[in-house]
Protein backbone atom coordinates (compact mmCIF):
# COMPACT_ATOMS: atom_id res chain seq x y z
CA UNK A 1 0.00 0.00 0.00
CA UNK A 2 2.82 2.55 1.21
CA UNK A 3 4.86 1.52 -2.18
CA UNK A 4 2.40 2.64 -4.56
CA UNK A 5 2.79 6.78 -3.37
CA UNK A 6 6.54 6.50 -2.11
CA UNK A 7 9.12 4.89 -3.25
CA UNK A 8 12.80 5.13 -2.61
CA UNK A 9 13.52 7.67 -5.54
CA UNK A 10 10.62 9.45 -3.25
CA UNK A 11 13.39 9.79 -0.59
CA UNK A 12 15.90 10.59 -3.32
CA UNK A 13 14.29 13.92 -4.38
CA UNK A 14 13.05 14.78 -1.09
CA UNK A 15 12.68 18.92 0.14
CA UNK A 16 13.44 19.33 3.49
CA UNK A 17 12.45 22.23 5.01
CA UNK A 18 13.54 22.94 9.07
CA UNK A 19 12.05 26.08 11.61
CA UNK A 20 13.24 26.53 14.89
CA UNK A 21 11.33 29.02 16.80
CA UNK A 22 12.30 30.13 20.32
CA UNK A 23 10.39 30.84 23.26
CA UNK A 24 11.85 34.48 23.17
CA UNK A 25 10.65 35.37 19.46
CA UNK A 26 13.44 33.84 17.90
CA UNK A 27 13.28 32.33 14.36
CA UNK A 28 15.39 30.75 11.61
CA UNK A 29 14.03 28.85 8.53
CA UNK A 30 16.22 26.38 6.56
CA UNK A 31 15.97 23.29 3.98
CA UNK A 32 17.57 21.03 1.61
CA UNK A 33 17.12 19.11 -1.08
CA UNK A 34 18.26 14.86 -0.39
CA UNK A 35 19.55 14.96 -3.72
CA UNK A 36 22.37 16.78 -2.46
CA UNK A 37 23.59 14.22 0.36
CA UNK A 38 26.94 12.53 -0.20
CA UNK A 39 25.52 8.82 -0.02
CA UNK A 40 22.75 7.12 -1.40
CA UNK A 41 19.99 5.90 1.22
CA UNK A 42 20.36 2.57 -0.21
CA UNK A 43 24.05 2.48 -0.38
CA UNK A 44 23.84 4.05 3.67
CA UNK A 45 21.32 0.85 4.54
CA UNK A 46 23.64 -1.76 2.50
CA UNK A 47 26.45 -0.51 5.22
CA UNK A 48 23.77 -1.06 7.84
CA UNK A 49 22.81 -4.04 7.45
CA UNK A 50 24.34 -7.63 6.89
CA UNK A 51 26.61 -10.40 8.63
CA UNK A 52 27.84 -8.07 11.15
CA UNK A 53 24.99 -5.90 12.30
CA UNK A 54 21.67 -7.45 12.81
CA UNK A 55 18.65 -6.02 14.13
CA UNK A 56 15.67 -8.44 14.61
CA UNK A 57 13.69 -5.02 15.15
CA UNK A 58 14.31 -3.51 12.22
CA UNK A 59 15.91 -0.24 12.20
CA UNK A 60 15.15 3.53 11.20
CA UNK A 61 17.65 5.06 8.87
CA UNK A 62 18.02 9.05 10.37
CA UNK A 63 19.10 11.22 7.08
CA UNK A 64 19.33 14.47 8.65
CA UNK A 65 19.11 17.54 6.42
CA UNK A 66 22.06 19.45 4.77
CA UNK A 67 20.86 22.58 6.51
CA UNK A 68 23.59 24.04 9.22
CA UNK A 69 22.16 26.19 11.47
CA UNK A 70 24.59 29.52 11.13
CA UNK A 71 22.65 32.57 12.49
CA UNK A 72 24.01 33.96 15.69
CA UNK A 73 21.34 33.91 17.88
CA UNK A 74 22.35 35.32 21.15
CA UNK A 75 25.10 38.04 19.64
CA UNK A 76 27.73 38.77 16.80
CA UNK A 77 30.08 36.25 16.67
CA UNK A 78 28.06 33.70 18.90
CA UNK A 79 26.73 31.34 16.54
CA UNK A 80 23.83 29.29 17.06
CA UNK A 81 22.57 27.07 20.10
CA UNK A 82 19.30 26.05 20.79
CA UNK A 83 17.56 26.94 24.01
CA UNK A 84 15.10 25.25 26.24
CA UNK A 85 11.23 25.58 25.07
CA UNK A 86 12.76 25.74 21.33
CA UNK A 87 10.26 24.65 18.81
CA UNK A 88 11.88 22.71 16.07
CA UNK A 89 9.86 21.44 13.02
CA UNK A 90 11.39 19.19 10.14
CA UNK A 91 8.69 18.91 7.31
CA UNK A 92 8.53 17.58 3.91
CA UNK A 93 5.18 17.51 1.83
CA UNK A 94 5.69 13.84 1.10
CA UNK A 95 5.69 12.52 4.80
CA UNK A 96 4.43 15.75 6.92
CA UNK A 97 6.07 17.11 9.78
CA UNK A 98 7.72 16.22 12.93
CA UNK A 99 8.02 18.67 15.93
CA UNK A 100 9.99 18.91 18.74
CA UNK A 101 10.32 20.64 21.94
CA UNK A 102 13.67 21.24 23.24
CA UNK A 103 13.86 19.91 27.14
CA UNK A 104 16.73 18.93 29.12
CA UNK A 105 17.35 14.85 28.89
CA UNK A 106 16.01 15.02 33.14
CA UNK A 107 13.24 16.57 32.23
CA UNK A 108 11.91 14.49 29.46
CA UNK A 109 9.36 11.79 29.35
CA UNK A 110 11.05 8.14 29.27
CA UNK A 111 11.07 6.83 25.68
CA UNK A 112 9.08 3.83 25.61
CA UNK A 113 7.38 3.86 22.61
CA UNK A 114 9.90 2.16 20.44
CA UNK A 115 10.29 0.18 17.08
CA UNK A 116 8.92 -2.83 18.37
CA UNK A 117 5.71 -0.58 19.97
CA UNK A 118 5.77 1.38 15.92
CA UNK A 119 5.82 -2.14 14.31
CA UNK A 120 2.71 -3.81 16.20
CA UNK A 121 0.24 -0.08 16.32
CA UNK A 122 1.15 -0.06 12.45
CA UNK A 123 0.96 -3.68 12.16
CA UNK A 124 -2.69 -3.21 13.81
CA UNK A 125 -3.55 -0.92 11.48
CA UNK A 126 -2.86 -3.18 8.42
CA UNK A 127 -0.18 -0.77 7.18
CA UNK A 128 2.18 -3.48 7.13
Not at 82 to 106: E, I, K, M, Y
Request: charged residues 20%; glycine residues 10%.
Amino acid sequence: MFDEYFNIDHVRRSELTMTVTGPEGFEMKGGSNLSKISRDPLDLVAQAIGDNHQYPDGFMLFLGTMFAPTQDRHGPGQGFTHVVGDVVSVATPQLGCLVNRVTTSDKAAPWTFGIVALMQSLARRGLL
